[in-house]
């Protein structure tokens, strides 16, 4: 009996043993796999910032002088610990990958401490949408992508999200509709060019509501009230 108990000791011992091990080996090897998923996400990363700078590159003019090229095609020190609103001075270096005409690479630049979102709306440029109310009152507000120009150079980033008032048109002119409303408004003619066709036809067949609705539309079209049927702005 003592033979078998001590058999067993051994045994259970073994099995703890041989358990303990398996269990390192396998912390190890999810340590090592997670230790790869990480590099691998660090290259990810890498590329994408490769693959912004490649982007850049090649939006940028090869025929053109050092000195003219946009701001996006330099790297520039830029002091973020400036004074709002003070010109500062700075060196900028033509990117490595970009190529233009001229020897020198290594520029003097002039800009405003500001971040890009400050710049004024003539400074930039904005992604217009056709979907929203241009005539509504108020008027629609939207968010869009809006890039400042190539001869900026600002603190940030290029692009920004900027909420802007609906603004857009197509190619309806006020003046065109005002004319036709008095010379044609009997007949609907306003109406059908501004797109309101169920108005037009209502027009058509009263004879400008005989009279009354064509004076009524004159009155609206000069005030600017009625304007084109999509919610566009007049041109």
């Keep these: 009996m003592r033979c078998i108990h001590i058999n067993i000791r051994q045994a259970v011992f073994i099995l703890l043993t041989f358990l303990a091990n398996n269990i390192q080996t396998a912390d190890n090897s999810i340590k090592s796999f997670a230790g790869e998923t990480k590099g691998n996400t660090n290259i990810s990363d890498e590329t994408k910032d490769i693959g912004k700078q490649s982007d850049t590159v090649l939006k940028?003019?090869?025929?053109?002088?050092?000195?003219?090229?946009?701001?996006?095609?330099?790297?520039?020190?830029?002091?973020e610990?400036?004074?709002?609103?003070?010109e500062i001075s700075t060196k900028c270096r033509v990117r490595s990958q970009v190529k233009c005409q001229g020897p020198n690479k290594d520029l003097t630049k002039k800009?405003?401490?500001?971040?890009?979102?400050?710049?004024?709306?003539?400074?930039h440029s904005c992604d217009l949408k056709a979907t929203c109310d241009s005539v509504a009152s108020p008027r629609d507000i939207y968010i869009t992508n809006c890039t400042v120009n190539g001869d900026v150079l600002c603190l940030g980033q290029r692009t920004f999200n900027k909420?802007?008032?609906?603004?857009?048109?197509?190619?309806?002119?006020?003046?065109?509709?005002?004319a036709l409303s008095i010379t044609l408004g009997g007949f609907g003619a306003d109406r059908f060019y501004l797109g309101h066709w169920q108005e037009g036809i209502g027009k058509l067949f009263s004879f400008g509501g005989l009279g009354v609705w064509t004076i009524i539309d004159v009155i609206l079209i000069s005030l600017h009230y009625l304007g084109p049927a999509d919610g566009s702005l007049y041109l």
Excluded: F, I
């Excluded at 940028?60 to 002091?79: A, V």
């Excluded at 800009?111 to 400074?123: K, P």
């Excluded at 909420?163 to 005002?178: E, M, N, P």
């Design 81 to 86: 610990t400036c004074v709002y609103g003070r």
């Design 111 to 123: 800009y405003l401490c500001r971040y890009c979102y400050q710049t004024e709306h003539w400074e």
């Design 163 to 178: 909420r802007v008032k609906c603004s857009w048109t197509r190619g309806c002119r006020w003046y065109t509709a005002l």
């Design 60 to 79: 940028c003019p090869t025929n053109t002088e050092c000195k003219d090229l946009p701001m996006q095609c330099l790297e520039c020190d830029l002091n």
